[in-house]
């Protein structure tokens, strides 16, 4: 019989005057009995239109129903065919938006925690020991993948399980991209994403960190000289942007790239780290999406006394995920919302005093149907801060598309591809955010699974 209630099982997590002192994950995840509780809040709907939420396309009802029955290995199973991340996808994928938005549940309470369903039943395999990995016989033929991150990674287990030779080439010392560099361990421990990529390794996929394509070797090499019939483009959009405002070279100013890169894969929270990382009292995190929320929580951790997030928009505005505004809120991060900044203040010896700001107030909607901000007048103010992060997207590097004849770019830096993949240059495909532009996890993974079908057909098509 169905669990009826209108809620959720909570999620367990620390309490918010501890976790703001540590790295540790801050959600600590279902035991056996509130997944198959919650599970059992499922009903099974004939037309599936959490499906049609998420971007691979996983069977969110046949995995539930195992879970609800005690079978997780088999829910496992059935989540596997689809995602080659579940164990990431569980904790950073924006669910209220995609699957749990089209939750019929969700019309008269709250949607089945389909999210916390799936990192249940990814933590409960990967806790096991031996996991037996049944490798495919390779095919013969051979597939580059440019980046670490989600794209790269689903592009290559999917590629891997259809029996290619693939080989991952990543630029920094580490695989997993964006998730090793980008998002916090209290959010997505760094064990995890090791484990997942563990598991694409004992499918055959290869590794080549400290690979810069486009300075160590072109893509035109990777195809020419070493016999890759296919190349799929993963890179990210790593570059950062900044306002253009007075004081933006000053000491103390970061992009929450260069800072949650220090802080996530150079372990500068640590206290025998050799990297060094400013740890100010007083910070300002410019921007509102969940990489600004990130940073934030991020300085907090690392002893600053007030950390503001300095965002032009309101509240409902706020690009970052519901539940990381509030645990924001709850370790005490300061917004300070209808801001923004237009000049970071200098003292005498060139480090950041504090930040000018002006106050903001919405007018009509923009081209994206968000309301414009527009400066009140006579508003401008002073946050006394010693660190400014600026937090307000990024683009694909140009590496890539300046070293690749014939790679056609959107104006901004984004590769064109079409629905499949598929770029300007034959056997050459990319997805992710070196297309879109800063985008979310799952939407990446997405675009790398609907890859690796369009190169298969593609190899098998020559």
């Known amino acids: ?33 509130q997944a198959i509780d919650e599970a059992q809040r499922c009903l099974n709907c004939k037309h599936k239109p959490c499906v049609t939420g998420c971007p691979v396309q ?4 046949a995995f539930i129903k195992e879970v609800a029955e005690g079978n997780f290995d ?3 199973d059935v989540i596997a065919k689809s995602s080659s991340l579940p ?18 549940r969700g019309l008269k309470g709250e949607p089945v925690a389909i999210g916390r369903l799936e990192r249940f039943v990814a933590d409960y395999h990967n806790a096991k020991e031996n996991v037996k990995v049944n490798k495919p016989e390779c095919n013969g033929h051979k597939v580059a993948i440019i980046g670490s991150g989600p794209s790269g990674l689903t592009c290559a287990g999917d590629l891997a399980k259809m029996g290619y030779d693939v080989t991952v080439f990543e630029a920094f010392h580490l695989a997993g991209g964006v998730l090793v560099y980008g998002i916090p361990e ?15 390794k004992a499918l055959g996929v290869k590794f080549e960190t400290n690979m810069v394509i486009g300075k160590v070797l072109s893509i035109d090499e990777l195809m020419k000289d070493y016999g890759f019939e296919s190349v799929f483009i993963g890179s990210g959009a790593g570059l950062p942007r900044f306002m253009n405002i007075p004081g933006e070279n000053l000491k103390g100013v970061y992009s929450a790239n260069e800072f949650l890169t220090r802080v996530n894969l150079m372990k500068a929270y640590k206290e025998d780290s050799t990297t060094p990382i400013q740890h100010a009292k007083n910070v300002a995190v410019v921007g509102g999406g969940n ?13 600053a006394e007030n950390v503001y997030i300095v965002y032009r928009r309101g509240e409902e505005e706020l690009p970052a995920r519901k539940e990381e505004v509030e645990h ?3 370790e005490g991060i300061i917004f300070k919302l209808l801001t923004n900044p237009v000049e970071i203040l200098p003292d005498e010896n060139k480090f950041v005093s504090g930040i000018k700001c002006v106050e903001m107030e919405l007018g009509e909607p923009d081209e994206s149907g968000r309301r414009r901000p527009q400066v009140k007048a006579d508003s401008e103010f002073t946050i006394d801060v ?12 140009p590496l890539i598309r300046s070293t690749t004849e014939g790679l056609e770019t959107q104006k901004w830096g984004g590769i064109i591809a079409d629905e499949t993949g598929l770029t300007s240059r034959e056997g050459v495909y990319a997805g992710g955010d070196a297309v879109t532009g800063a985008a979310t996890v799952i939407l990446a993974m997405g675009a790398g699974k609907t890859a690796a079908k369009a190169i298969d057909e593609y190899i098998k098509s020559k």
């Open 1 to 33: 019989m169905p669990n009826m209630s209108p809620k959720k099982n909570e999620m367990p997590s620390q309490a918010p005057d501890i976790r703001n002192k540590n790295f540790l994950e801050v959600a600590l995840g279902y035991t056996e009995e």
């Open 58 to 61: 996983i069977d969110i009802p």
């Open 74 to 76: 088999a829910a496992y």
């Open 87 to 104: 164990a990431v996808c569980g904790r950073v994928c924006p669910q209220e938006n995609q699957c749990e938005g089209k939750c019929v």
């Open 186 to 200: 209290f959010r997505l421990p760094k064990a995890i994403v090791q484990k997942e990529i563990d598991g694409l």
């Open 291 to 303: 990489v600004a929320m990130d940073a934030a929580r991020c300085a907090k951790r690392l002893g």
């Open 328 to 330: 924001a809120k709850e």
């Open 386 to 397: 010693d660190s400014v992060i600026m937090s307000i997207g990024t683009s694909p590097n």
